[in-house]
């Protein structure tokens, strides 16, 4: 299991999220989303690495991403982002049966569920908790069918610790993935390890230690 640790930054509790997505750029390690799980099958693996950091009241991830197909078809939050350059943030308290998907497209189109499995006991995020999670992408907010060649985009993300009840733990399990059913080369990376016969990321078991500090 990787374990990550999770820095406390008090210059994030006044910043906008452009201003993080900048802020990255100086501060923090990257890690890495290099799993190739199922090379057999999907043995395509594009370039993605994250940094992860928190304020007071939110936990704020930047992806940079490189790829040579890059679509984004859904618009609407609850949509079927992981048809697209897709990457995604699943997580859980330690000891509680439900865990919380955090799925995002390149341009920012989110679909967030609390669960504990990949059918079981789905409850999605309403309107207001959606609209809660801050997005700043490098794209433009607008749709575009797949497009092929060597791409390059960058999304930070600003998620809220109370919608997943994190607000005084000291350990999360999670994982970082990058994924994309519908494009021309399919793909299932992770930043954690996940040992099963078909892509799944909602696997718990398989998720690494973010330690907060």
């Given amino acids: 299991m990787?374990?990550?640790?999770?820095?406390?930054?008090?210059?994030?509790?006044?910043?906008?999220?452009g201003d993080v997505f900048h802020f990255f750029n100086k501060r923090l390690t990257w890690n890495y989303v290099d799993m190739?799980?199922?090379?057999?099958?999907?043995?395509?693996k594009?370039?993605?690495?994250?940094?992860?950091?928190?304020?007071?009241?939110k936990l704020y991830i930047r992806f940079d991403v490189?790829?040579?197909n890059l679509r984004a078809v859904n618009t609407t939050d609850q949509d079927p982002v992981w048809q697209d350059s897709c990457?995604?943030?699943?997580?859980?308290?330690?000891?509680?049966?439900?865990?919380f998907n955090f799925e995002f497209n390149c341009i920012g189109t989110c679909l967030a569920t609390k669960r504990e499995g990949r059918e079981l006991h789905i409850v999605p995020f309403d309107s207001e908790q959606l609209m809660s999670i801050?997005?700043?992408?490098?794209?433009p907010r607008s749709a575009f069918k797949e497009q092929s060649g060597n791409f390059e985009w960058q999304l930070t993300v600003g998620i809220p610790l109370q919608l997943i009840g994190a607000e005084n733990t000291d350990i999360l399990l999670a994982n970082f993935y990058k994924c994309g059913d519908e494009t021309s080369d399919p793909h299932y990376i992770s930043w954690n390890?996940?040992?099963?016969?078909?892509?799944d990321f909602h696997l718990p078991e398989f998720f690494g230690k973010l330690k907060f500090v």
């Fill in 2 to 17: 990787k374990t990550l640790n999770i820095e406390f930054l008090e210059e994030l509790n006044h910043m906008l999220i």
């Fill in 193 to 199: 390890n996940i040992l099963s016969e078909n892509p």
């Fill in 87 to 99: 990457v995604e943030f699943f997580c859980k308290i330690p000891g509680q049966k439900h865990y």
């Fill in 46 to 57: 594009p370039f993605c690495k994250f940094k992860i950091a928190r304020s007071a009241t």
């Fill in 134 to 139: 801050e997005r700043h992408s490098s794209l």
């Fill in 36 to 44: 190739l799980n199922w090379p057999v099958s999907y043995p395509y």
């Fill in 66 to 68: 490189k790829e040579k």
